[in-house]
């Protein structure tokens, strides 16, 4: 059973809090959401895809948290602090800022294209680097740290972040870039009473894994579905990971579980990488 299956239950570790999710519109954020909605938490959902918006608003309404939308491409910076804005206008408040949204490219490090990487970097690194600006702005704004409240910022690495795989290069280049950011972040705003932490999935089953496994097929002659068999197959607990595995992990480093640790970025991968 789903969250959008049934209403809040209790315990709800998260109630009165509001979390914003990028890339909520569809695949692990829309997972993320469901999960912190199930929490308590009031759900602010940004995407670049309003009509996907549409959908999992109504979806968070039926868990029974509030939620907001807001239509945005993170690699515009105004956009982020616009989005943040929002929130907190909209929800009465911020707390947790889940820096999700992000992109594959596919392809040999040799035929990488300036306009590939340029894009590639643009949402999977500055995006979140602004997520992490607004979130820090609006945390300090509020005066979280005073009200005796941890603020938290969550961003999304990958396994790749951790080994850098073939034919993922500048995608890995950019999930390590994610953990710096993350590390760095983390030192910076201790003081402020705001945490900074990443998660790092292995090969899960979405959206994205469909087209990262279209390009495989395209790059190899590999049939479609053969290398997302391929990688499933060394992931020791037996199974690719789902959007509702790695939300579990997102709403503990949400919570107060996780109050004592900051810059860390968490392998979430049923046995893949090991660090």
Same mark, same amino acid.
């Not at 909605?37 to 938490?41: E, L, S």
């Not at 959206?207 to 097929?217: G, L």
């Given at each position: ?20 999710v990028?890339?909520?519109?569809r ?6 959401a469901?999960?912190l ?5 009031d759900?602010?959902l ?10 999992? @608003? ?14 945005a ?9 616009? @989005? ?16 999700n ?13 300036p306009?590939?990487l340029s ?48 034919m ?16 760095? @972040? ?13 998660y ?6 979405t ?11 395209e790059?190899?002659g ?6 997302f068999?391929?990688f ?12 509702e ?11 107060p ?7 860390? @970025? ?10």
């Open positions: 059973m789903t969250q959008t299956d049934m209403t809040r239950t209790i315990p709800a570790p998260l109630l009165g809090e509001v979390a914003l990028t890339g909520a519109g695949g692990i954020g829309r997972g993320i469901h999960e909605a199930g929490q308590g938490a759900i602010a940004v995407d670049i895809h309003a009509d996907a918006l549409a959908q999992v @608003a109504d979806e968070i309404t039926e868990i029974g948290s509030k939620v907001t939308t807001f239509v491409d993170i690699a515009d910076r105004d956009a982020v602090f616009a @989005a943040v804005e929002h929130a907190a206008a909209a929800l009465g408040g911020f707390d947790i800022m889940v820096n949204a992000g992109i594959a490219l596919v392809g040999p490090i040799a035929e990488v294209t306009e590939q894009r590639l970097w643009a949402i999977n690194v500055d995006g979140v680097l602004w997520g992490i600006q607004a979130a820090v702005a609006k945390f300090i704004a509020l005066g979280n740290k005073e009200r005796g409240k941890i603020s938290r910022i969550i961003n999304a690495s990958s396994i790749a972040g951790h080994e850098g795989f073939a993922l290069g500048p995608y890995s280049a950019t999930k390590f870039a994610v953990r710096a950011l993350t590390q760095a @972040a983390a030192k910076e705003h201790a003081a402020d009473g705001i945490t900074v932490n990443a790092c999935p292995g090969v899960v089953g959206d994205m894994w469909v087209e990262i496994d279209k390009r495989f097929a790059l190899t590999a049939k479609e579905g053969e290398t068999e391929k499933s197959a060394t992931i020791a607990l037996g199974r690719p990971e789902t959007p595995d790695v939300a579990g992990f997102v709403a503990y480093l949400a919570g579980g996780a109050d004592y640790m900051t810059g860390q @970025a968490g392998l979430i991968d049923g046995g893949m990488v090991y660090r």
